[in-house]
């Protein structure tokens, strides 16, 4: 007998970083929680990413994921911001490492791939396939959530 798992998405970001909390069991995934944690651009940084650790925190807690799926950084223009991004994302594993959960790291193309069959796919038809994959009546909303979503979906495909 096969034992469901849960798997926490996460999109990176340190104004907000999307999660999304699906629960696997056999070909059956189904929607447990999402939404974006957020921080305020006037704070120190270094607050900002407390404020991230402190949140995460507390979801791993809530939740007790069996694993964390996270996307792994596409540098965009702004070295700034990848960096920061970067920032953010190091405190999302080192919560999942706390929480000894394994992580699986996809790129954007991958969890593209894994949804739509096509690495290419704009992020309508990846978000749309989210909302069906879930059974959801709408997307969900903000992108950053339904990024996180996208991505524990492509964590929940793999055999570990």
Not at 56 to 82: N, R
Request: hydrophobic content about 45%; overall charge neutral.
């Amino acid at each position: 007998m096969t034992q469901g798992r849960i798997i926490m998405g996460l999109d990176p970001g340190y104004g907000r970083m999307g999660f999304g909390v699906v629960y696997v069991e056999g070909s059956k995934t189904e929607l447990v929680d999402y939404g974006v944690i957020t921080t305020v651009s006037g704070d120190a940084f270094e607050n900002r990413l407390l404020y991230i650790g402190n949140d995460l925190h507390d979801l791993f807690a809530h939740h007790q994921p069996d694993a964390v799926a996270i996307e792994k950084l596409f540098f965009g223009k702004s070295s700034t911001t990848a960096m920061n991004v970067a920032h953010a994302r190091g405190v999302a594993l080192l919560m999942a490492a706390q929480a000894q959960c394994p992580v699986f790291e996809f790129t954007p193309a991958q969890v593209k791939k894994a949804l739509t069959g096509d690495g290419k796919a704009p992020k309508m038809a990846m978000q749309k396939m989210v909302m069906q994959l879930l059974a959801l009546p709408k997307i969900p909303k903000p992108d950053d959530a339904a990024d996180a979503l996208a991505v524990a979906i492509t964590a929940s495909t793999k055999r570990w």
